[in-house]
């Protein structure tokens, strides 16, 4: 897998979630800097939410909120709306460093997102 798709994959969950006006107006209270890391093969990307508008930056300004690990086939799994996360999170096949309640948002917008797709 190149670099480029763990990237791609999290343009692609940016872009579906932004496509659901009511689920971004729902977050507009929340900012968030979380980092995606695949173990298998060290690479990762950044997601910024701010005011409930998410973006994939290429580089990481400073330090994250939510760190969320996990193999590269399952982030982009999870990317592309074929996984919500929390079934690898149960099995302990995703890990997170950082607050609950951003990853209870993440998990809730995946699956909004999952259900839709």
């Not at 695949?38 to 330090?63: F, N, Y």
């Not at 990317?79 to 209870?104: A, C, K, M, W």
């Amino acid at each position: 897998m190149s670099g480029q798709a763990l990237v791609d994959a999290a343009v692609n969950f940016v872009t579906a979630y932004h496509a659901h006006e009511k689920l971004v107006s729902g977050q507009e209270d929340w900012d968030c800097l979380m980092s995606l890391h695949a173990s298998d093969t060290l690479q990762h990307v950044t997601i910024a939410v701010r005011k409930g508008r998410a973006s994939v930056l290429q580089e990481s300004p400073g330090k994250h909120n939510l760190v969320v690990t996990s193999s590269a086939q399952i982030l982009l799994d999870i990317l592309h709306l074929r996984l919500n996360p929390n079934q690898p999170y149960i099995f302990g096949e995703l890990t997170v460093s950082g607050r609950e309640t951003d990853f209870t948002r993440v998990d809730y917008i995946a699956s909004v997102l999952c259900a839709g797709a």
